[in-house]
């Protein structure tokens, strides 16, 4: 287990043996760098083991508590304050932490296994029982493998893939694996398992205000020089829109003199690349820009490499590119700060928008919603990046549904007309749909919860530490998290325009040309791509019989490309998100102890 996680530690790999319990751990060292403050962590005196995977970012004023109470931290090292805590506070230690990271605490006076998942999902962590044991790790591939945990597909986690392109907290696609949400702990002991949530983002139940400028200003400074406050050289990853700008402007004012580097992706087509906005950003804050470019082929070659690395399927085409970034920053850093979380708290996202237009759009007399219905979807697919067409016919065939359901239909990869084609039965859509309080509110909790938890962050995590470089995010700060949730609808949504307050505090650090751009976030030439270069290894990807024996009709897969290298219709994502499955399903026929014994792979995946 800890080879196949050496990726993510390459500084240094430690393990701790006792009667009942075996924890290791591979380091990458952020704070504290010498050899003797190696992970797994343990108190002498009652015998308590820690691992972390992350980051403590208020580990100064944690020490002080814990000094207070007579239990001083040798260790200089941010993760040296957990066994301290834990005996402190027990499982409760968690609502202390301020950090992105992966906990597991063994309590060898009870018996008791602990594991913890920070507040945003920020770090992985999964689980498994297998036979008298309770194994866990921060990727599913060091979980499974010939001979170490023998697995079976989860028919329900497989739709939730299909429809969303990434799996919810608790499923993973494997039955006997399961994951640790967003700020929840899990407590294993003689008297079964338990699991709580320690934090949730209350969105729903927050009383709205009016919101100070310099009050933000003061807590988003303290987000970034906490995350910064580290003993490695660090970057910034930037794109040249509003959240990656942000934090790079904040990130370069609180460290004046020091030399910093910006990284940024760059496309051969036009409408995607943002290249230029990116350069204008470094200039400004005097960073150096690096860039790096994206081929086809990357896409293709690094989709194997990566599955066969983490073990997990994800629809995301921009897992790749960010990958490829992080390899070319990690050349010279070990850290880098990113955007990720400001368009789920601060309300970015078109759908946002739509929320509001769909109600005025209900009421319109029915005989000019079926002639706009009719004009939006004559509308012919376009190769550019996020197009007008492409979010009027996605607005038109949710229209129809009502709050939380069309939210999550506007969000899908694969609709659920295009899954009946494929053979795949439906998941419950209006599911948790009664919920109280604003329907912007509800969408951004939603999406904070999962989309961002097991999407994007699951890209930037599983991407960054492919080549050991650390992300963090400050917007995802739990100060941070806790301010934005007390922001009123037309602070984060008005009319047309998102990131209302966001964009007000930005042009403190920014010009207007950056705060005012359109929102395009990173998005990857994946349909034209699809027509032409990666033609014919999707071609093979959809043909192979794999999706077959998952339950996915190849020949409806093969007649969905068709329709769109015709440009009959824009598939783009629903193809990636079968091409990402594709792949995966290899991976577990031929890497993995899939199914009943004695039966071959490819017969057990039916």
């Known amino acids: ?151 079976t597909l989860d028919q329900e986690a497989l739709r939730k893939y299909l429809q969303f392109g990434i799996l919810p907290a608790p499923d993973t696609l494997f039955a006997e694996i399961r994951k640790v949400a967003p700020g929840e702990v899990i407590q294993f002991d003689v008297g079964g398992m338990r699991r709580e949530p320690y934090w949730r983002w209350q969105i729903t139940e927050t009383v709205k205000q009016m919101s100070s400028l310099d009050a933000f200003d003061q807590t988003f400074r303290t987000a970034v020089a906490r995350q910064t406050d580290v003993e490695v050289d660090f970057g910034v990853f930037l794109s040249g829109g509003i959240d990656s700008s942000l934090v790079s402007a904040v990130v370069r004012s609180l460290h004046q003199k020091r030399p910093l580097k910006a990284y940024t992706l760059r496309f051969g087509e ?109 509308l012919p697919p376009s190769e550019k990046k996020v197009t007008i067409p492409f979010l009027l016919k996605r607005f038109v065939e949710g229209a129809s549904w009502n709050g939380m359901t ?59 530490m492919s080549s050991a470089l650390e992300l963090r995010a400050p917007f995802l700060d739990e100060a941070v998290m806790e301010f934005a949730k007390s922001l009123r609808v037309e602070d984060r949504v008005h009319g047309f325009k998102t990131k209302v307050f966001l964009k007000r505090y930005a042009r403190r650090y920014l010009p207007n040309n950056i705060v005012n751009r359109r929102k395009r976030g990173l998005s990857v030439p994946i349909g034209s791509w699809l027509r032409g270069p990666l033609n014919e290894w999707a071609t093979a990807t959809l043909e192979n019989g794999r999706l077959e024996q998952a339950g996915v009709r190849t020949s409806a897969a093969m007649e969905l490309f068709s329709e769109h290298c015709q440009r009959k219709a824009d598939h783009a994502r629903a193809l990636w998100t079968l091409l990402v499955l594709g792949e995966w399903l290899d991976w577990v026929a031929t890497d993995t102890d899939c199914g009943q014994t004695g039966q071959r792979n490819n017969d057990i995946l039916r």
């Not at 470094?282 to 820009?289: D, G, T």
């Not at 078109?350 to 509001?356: C, E, V, W």
């Open 1 to 151: 287990m800890l080879r196949s996680l050496s990726h993510r530690g390459p500084d240094a790999t430690s393990q701790v043996d006792t009667d009942l319990a075996v924890f290791g751990a591979t380091r990458l060292a952020i704070r504290g760098l010498t050899d003797q403050l190696n992970q797994p962590m343990v108190d002498a005196a009652s015998g308590v083991i820690a691992v972390c995977n992350g980051d403590i970012d208020n580990h100064r004023e944690l020490r002080g508590w814990l000094a207070e109470r007579n239990r001083p931290v040798q260790q200089e090292t941010d993760v040296a304050v957990i066994p301290g805590l834990y005996l402190e506070l027990g499982e409760a230690f968690a609502k202390r932490l301020v950090g992105a990271f992966a906990i597991a605490v063994w309590d060898p006076r009870s018996c008791c296994l602990t594991l913890v998942r920070d507040r945003a999902g920020e770090r992985p962590l999964f689980y498994a029982r297998n036979r008298n044991e309770i194994i866990f790790a921060t990727e599913i591939a060091a979980l499974v493998g010939h001979g170490r945990l023998r697995v």
């Open 270 to 378: 036009q409408s995607f690349d943002e290249g230029r906005f990116a350069a204008a950003v470094a200039k400004q804050l005097k960073m150096e820009l690096v860039t790096v470019q994206v081929k086809p082929a990357d896409l293709r070659d690094g989709l194997k490499s990566l599955i066969r690395m983490v073990g997990e399927p994800l629809a995301d085409p921009a897992w790749i590119p960010t990958t490829l970034l992080a390899q070319r920053a990690a050349q010279d850093n070990k850290m880098a700060l990113v955007g990720e979380g400001a368009d789920e708290l601060f309300g970015g996202y078109p759908t946002y928008i739509g929320a509001g237009v769909a109600e005025r759009f209900s009421h319109l007399p029915g005989w000019l919603r079926s002639a706009i219905r009719r004009v939006v979807e004559s």
């Open 406 to 464: 069309r939210h999550r239909l506007w969000v899908s990869n694969i609709t659920p007309a295009l899954l009946r084609r494929l053979g795949v039965a439906l998941i419950d859509l209006d599911n948790n749909d009664a919920g109280s309080g604003d329907l912007l509110d509800r969408a951004q909790q939603w999406d904070l919860e999962t989309l961002l938890a097991e999407g994007l962050l699951t890209k930037a995590d599983r991407a960054s």
